[in-house]
């Protein structure tokens, strides 16, 4: 069997694979397998992983993978779920508001929108990535919406959601639960404990760019699309841990703030910039 899969014969060697599989021997009462079973569950799995029938690898890697540290690998890599969200999604005013998500070995994504007061959650986090860790219990979301997760069977897909009826401008917190679903899925992925996410839509026509060098950290708040300044903006800025400065954009949309010493290079400044009610965020 190994020779026929060296020469590339792949039918050739499912054929004797088979056989192989078939093949009893009984004596005293006892019926015997081929001594070579589990080596042929392996070698029929890296064939199909070969041709791309990745239904059939991981169903002939399950059987051995308990024996073949390669084949618990690839079972593992194939069947591992995974959901992936953008922590922040912002769109125009007169765009439609899509959430695009990327999901592997789920079929059904749920999401709930709650609109915030972004300004106030910010600055009470006063980090980016703890924006979403906040309590929600006995709060009605405004907007509730089920969509079915195509393609995503032992690899990667991409889906988007399109959430309707928020207002033009504003900030929601999303909070998105993934599960696979469904009794005819893969048996290995049955009875799996969903996935939950959460993230933040900001629907604004102000947008950021921030610039940062040494101690010096430089705020660009323009109107979406445009270069077009947006003057007397509000601006704050924190490390995770505190509010490290604070100020309005002057009439070209520039706000500046010094003297930011971190001798850890690795800490990231989170920035908000509010106007009217509309937001921007960023992270540099």
Same mark, same amino acid.
């Given at each position: 069997? %190994?020779?026929?899969?060296?020469?590339?014969?792949?039918? /050739?060697?499912?054929?004797? $694979?088979?056989?192989?599989?078939?093949?009893?021997? %009984?004596?005293?009462?006892?019926?015997?397998?081929?001594?070579?079973?589990?080596?042929?569950?392996?070698?029929?799995?890296?064939?199909?992983?070969?041709?791309?029938?990745?239904?059939?690898?991981?169903?002939?890697?399950?059987?051995?993978?308990?024996? &073949?540290?390669?084949?618990?690998?690839?079972?593992?890599? =194939?069947?591992?779920?995974?959901? %992936?969200?953008?922590?922040?999604? #912002?769109? +125009?005013?007169?765009?439609?508001?899509?959430?695009?998500?990327?999901? @592997?070995?789920?079929?059904?994504?749920?999401?709930?929108?709650?609109?915030? #007061? =972004?300004?106030?959650?910010?600055?009470?986090?006063?980090?980016?990535?703890?924006?979403? @860790?906040?309590?929600?219990? +006995?709060?009605?979301?405004?907007?509730?919406?089920?969509?079915?997760?195509? $393609?995503?069977? &032992?690899?990667?897909? /991409?889906?988007?959601?399109?959430?309707? +009826?928020?207002?033009?401008?504003?900030?929601?917190?999303?909070?998105?639960?993934?599960?696979?679903?469904?009794?005819?899925?893969?048996? /290995?992925?049955? +009875?799996?404990?969903?996935?939950?996410?959460?993230?933040?839509?900001?629907?604004?026509?102000?947008?950021?760019?921030?610039?940062?060098?040494?101690?010096?950290?430089?705020?660009?708040?323009?109107? %979406?699309?445009?270069?077009?300044?947006? /003057? #007397?903006?509000?601006?704050?800025?924190?490390?995770?841990?505190?509010?490290?400065?604070?100020? @309005?954009? #002057?009439?070209?949309?520039? &706000?500046?703030?010094? $003297?930011?010493?971190?001798?850890?290079?690795?800490?990231?400044?989170?920035?908000?910039?509010? @106007?009217?009610?509309?937001?921007?965020?960023?992270?540099?």
């Amino acid at each position: 069997m %190994r020779a026929l899969v060296r020469t590339k014969k792949l039918d /050739e060697a499912l054929e004797t $694979g088979d056989r192989l599989l078939a093949w009893r021997y %009984r004596s005293n009462n006892t019926t015997y397998e081929s001594d070579y079973r589990f080596e042929v569950h392996y070698t029929k799995a890296k064939i199909h992983h070969i041709r791309g029938e990745i239904a059939k690898a991981v169903a002939a890697y399950a059987v051995i993978k308990n024996r &073949f540290p390669d084949a618990q690998a690839a079972w593992e890599h =194939f069947t591992a779920r995974g959901l %992936r969200v953008p922590q922040v999604s #912002d769109v +125009g005013s007169e765009e439609a508001v899509k959430l695009t998500v990327e999901a @592997k070995n789920l079929r059904q994504l749920s999401v709930k929108v709650y609109p915030v #007061d =972004f300004m106030i959650l910010f600055l009470t986090r006063k980090d980016l990535s703890a924006v979403t @860790k906040i309590d929600l219990t +006995g709060i009605k979301p405004i907007e509730e919406k089920t969509i079915a997760l195509r $393609g995503t069977e &032992f690899d990667w897909g /991409e889906e988007e959601a399109v959430l309707e +009826g928020l207002a033009k401008t504003g900030t929601w917190l999303l909070v998105i639960r993934a599960e696979q679903g469904g009794k005819d899925a893969p048996k /290995e992925l049955q +009875g799996l404990p969903p996935i939950d996410r959460s993230a933040v839509l900001i629907r604004s026509d102000v947008q950021i760019r921030v610039q940062r060098e040494n101690d010096r950290v430089r705020v660009y708040a323009v109107k %979406r699309g445009t270069d077009d300044p947006v /003057e #007397d903006a509000v601006v704050k800025v924190t490390d995770g841990q505190r509010l490290v400065a604070q100020g @309005k954009t #002057d009439a070209r949309g520039v &706000f500046e703030a010094r $003297g930011m010493h971190y001798p850890n290079s690795g800490v990231k400044l989170s920035v908000v910039v509010e @106007k009217d009610g509309e937001y921007a965020l960023a992270k540099k």
